[in-house]
């Protein structure tokens, strides 16, 4: 038998403290752990839980104060406590606690139902529902909102804004784009030919044609600052240096880019400087923002605190529909405060009492409040000045009031801007994760012991199981001395017929040619079983992401004096489709004089490439005046241009499909010189999806009796041996009391497995 030692974390501050808790003697305490299963390849790493009884005696009684009793404000169960497992006083795991409930017998409590949950329930837990758009308010401040007029969308083409965090990709939603360098031809609205003798600014591109794409690293980064977590590992490699998410939730160009959905001009307080600060320890401006702490009443006198704010501006000129001052709670995303008045100069005052939580209950917990507040006019810009007021209440009576000027005396004339929520793509944030960890085959893992801030190791599948000779196993566990080796079973690894890897469908004009020219959807691929797999169904890994095929331009007006020589350095994405839809109904179908209709594209990732036009040919740009762009965001599907031999380090296609810019495919032979497999099967999938498929491998499924030394020290990527024989583990399941384990391994074969 295996003494097993649990105990929760019963501390108040960041100096951790934990108690033991009671345990049933013949409670039986299992735990389940599985890798990356040979029947899902999809399947991201599974984390361990685990529910079990406790007693209701006096010490658990006052660890869990008296859950039973609702008279008694004590343990929260819905509020994870840190805990740990040792077996015969060695640490096992680490996790958490949740209380689920408590079991009543002759009116007395018997037993308390808990919850053990390994470290990545904290993640589970914190994304619940949640979508991209309540990840904005944690992205920096700069990144909140976007000026959208010619000067910043130019910017944004040619050099990136904020240090490349947010670019616009040369992608359109409804111009057709095509270069055309004769002096003959139409100039047609989407021929992007700059003419540097006689500018032309009825074609080209206007900022109005473009959206706006922001960097997935910073994402990942806002994710680590909501959900206070900590990302490392792949996350931090190469491959997503330069990996952008395109902001295009609707179909079509960028029509309304206000709050309300409606054409609008905004600014909020994080585009002004506090000029002085709040006297009150509880009240703060912490990043331009208005932060406080409610707290409850506590007495019956009815003593609570209470925060106001008054914030007003005057407007001194300029021509408008409608005016909205708003206070938001950056927390809850909710408004807070609204007021809305229309038409000419006057004093707009805005005062903001939170709907504060769970004010009238006596002992209610504290909340913080993160507020800003937001101007924002329709139909037209306006010139203010602006001023804040903050007040202190007690019992809804003024006892002290603070006031002092955040933002007083700032005259603006507001521009248009986009407001980030309103373009992100309309995605979970844990189907966005999971999406990554299916595009590049990942796992995770909490590290231990876990901290207040939470690291999460993310790895590649072949990296994972490469790193198992820094465990404390070193990698590899004898445990022939522990397995019924006389009685097991063995089972052809026969996961399924075929395997796809597939992106969501796009209906876009060089994704439904591709597909109609090569009878396969541009970047998947399909692993099809070797032949003696005759049976057996199909299986889908899809993304949840959109995939394009990009064009590299051809100057049509030059003719080509050799093979590619009439090739431009512009590439684009067209998120058109469907039918062509011509200017006129005189119009040879042969003449570029219209477009195809603006599609609806799922969240899509790109490579973005800073490209240099250096054979004088740039692009057009015809927004506010008539200039050459040299130097623009170029989308891709590689992470880098790559050369006529060697392919790009990355790319974004499942199969080995063809390359937009080097304008062949890489996986045949060239010169005898046969390339690296860069698709995304071929990096990270192909190890773990052939082997299981060769005709050597089996899985094997034993019984044994695994000691405390053992339990202690396995990771899920160590190598397991028995006898000569080495595996890997697919799942193990065991009594923790008494070390009877259930263990499913998969052999390794030295001439394909990483054997350590």
């Given at each position: ?23 049933f ?41 008296h ?20 077996l ?22 018997a ?18 529902e ?27 083409l ?35 030919y ?7 600014s ?22 680590e ?14 491959p ?101 008045k229309?038409?000419g ?37 306006i ?32 521009l ?33 012991p ?61 994704m ?15 692993y ?74 799922e ?38 241009e ?80 028995i ?10 399941k065991t ?22």
């Open positions: 038998m295996i003494d097993v030692q649990l105990y929760i974390d019963k501390s108040s501050d960041d100096n951790q403290e934990y108690a033991k808790v009671d345990l003697e013949d409670e039986s305490m299992t735990l389940i752990s599985s890798i990356q299963d040979i029947k899902d390849f999809s399947k991201i790493f599974a984390d361990y839980s685990r529910t079990f009884k406790i007693p209701a005696n006096d010490r658990n009684n006052k660890l869990f104060k859950f039973y009793n609702p008279d008694i404000k004590g343990f929260n169960g819905a509020t994870k406590k840190l805990a740990k497992i040792h015969n006083y060695m640490p096992f795991r680490e996790g958490y606690i949740y209380l689920q409930s408590t079991e009543m017998k002759n009116n007395k409590a037993s308390y139902t808990i919850i053990f949950y390994g470290g990545l329930i904290k993640l589970r837990e914190a994304l619940k949640e979508k991209l758009t309540a990840l904005v308010s944690n992205l920096d401040s700069d990144l909140e909102r976007l000026t959208y007029n010619s000067a910043t969308v130019k910017e944004g040619t050099n990136g804004l904020f240090g490349g965090d947010i670019i616009y990709p040369l992608i359109t939603s409804e111009k057709r784009l095509y270069h055309d360098s004769s002096s003959t031809s139409p100039n047609y609205d989407g021929n992007i700059h003419d540097s003798v006689s500018p032309d009825t074609r080209g591109v206007a900022y109005t044609d473009l959206k706006p794409a922001i960097k997935v690293t910073k994402l990942i980064e806002a994710i600052s909501k959900y206070t977590l900590s990302f490392t590992g792949f996350f931090d490699t190469t997503l240096d330069n990996l952008y998410l395109w902001l295009s939730r609707e179909s079509g160009e960028i029509i309304n880019y206000g709050t309300s959905g409606e054409t609008s001009n905004s600014k909020s307080i994080t585009e002004f400087t506090a000029s002085s600060a709040p006297t009150d320890s509880k009240l703060t401006i912490v990043d331009d923002t208005w932060t406080f702490t409610q707290d409850p009443w506590t007495s019956d006198s009815f003593d609570v605190i209470r925060y106001e704010s008054e914030f007003n501006i005057t407007i001194s000129a300029g021509s408008y529909d409608n005016v909205v001052l708003k206070a938001i709670d950056e927390i809850t995303g909710d408004v807070i405060s609204e007021q809305s229309s038409g100069n006057q004093t707009i005052t805005l005062i903001s009492n939170p709907n504060y939580q769970n004010p009238n209950v006596k002992n209610a917990e504290p909340r913080t409040y993160r507020i800003r507040w937001e101007v924002e006019s329709f139909g037209g810009s010139t203010f000045t602006s001023g804040l007021t903050l007040r202190k209440k007690v019992a809804f009576e003024t006892l002290v009031e603070d006031t002092y000027n955040a933002f007083d005396g700032l005259s603006s004339t507001t248009p801007e986009q407001d980030l929520v309103n373009h992100l793509p309309d995605i979970k944030v844990i189907d966005f994760l999971s999406g990554l960890f299916k595009v590049f085959n990942l796992t995770a893992y909490v590290q231990e876990l901290a207040s801030i939470p690291v999460i190791e993310v790895r590649t599948l072949d990296d994972y199981y490469a790193d198992a000779v820094n465990n404390q196993s070193k990698g590899t566990i004898d445990i022939v001395d522990f397995v019924d080796v006389e009685s097991h079973d063995i089972e052809l690894a026969r996961p399924f017929a075929n395997v796809s890897f597939e992106y969501k469908k796009t209906d876009t004009v060089l439904a040619a591709h597909e109609a020219t090569h009878n396969k959807v541009f970047g998947n691929t399909i099809s079983a070797p032949d003696e797999y005759d049976s057996g169904v199909d299986y889908k890994v899809e993304v949840p992401f959109s995939h394009l095929k990009y064009e590299r331009l051809f100057d049509v007006g030059e003719a080509a004096t050799s093979e590619n020589s009439n090739l431009t350095y512009i590439q684009w994405g067209y998120a058109a489709g469907g039918s062509f839809k011509h200017e006129d109904s005189t119009t040879e179908k042969s003449t570029p004089t219209g477009n195809y209709s603006p599609q609806k594209i969240p899509l990732l790109f490579y973005g490439i800073n490209q240099t036009i250096s054979d004088g040919n740039g692009i057009n740009w015809i927004s506010d005046s008539v200039d050459e762009i040299t130097t623009y965001w170029r989308p891709s599907n590689s992470n880098e790559g050369t006529s031999t060697t392919p790009p380090a990355n790319s974004l296609n499942f199969d080995t499909d063809f390359d937009e810019w080097q304008l062949k495919v890489y996986r045949e032979s060239d010169s005898d010189l046969i390339v690296a497999d860069n698709s995304l099967f071929g990096k990270y999938y192909i190890n773990y999806v052939s082997g299981a498929y060769n005709e050597s491998k089996r899985i094997f499924r034993y019984k044994c009796f695994l000691p405390a030394k053992i339990l202690v020290r396995y990771k899920l990527n160590d190598q397991i041996k006898h000569d024989r080495l595996f890997r583990i697919n799942s193990i009594n923790l009391k008494t070390g009877a384990t259930e263990i499913e391994l998969l052999n390794l074969i030295p001439t394909l497995d990483n054997i350590i």
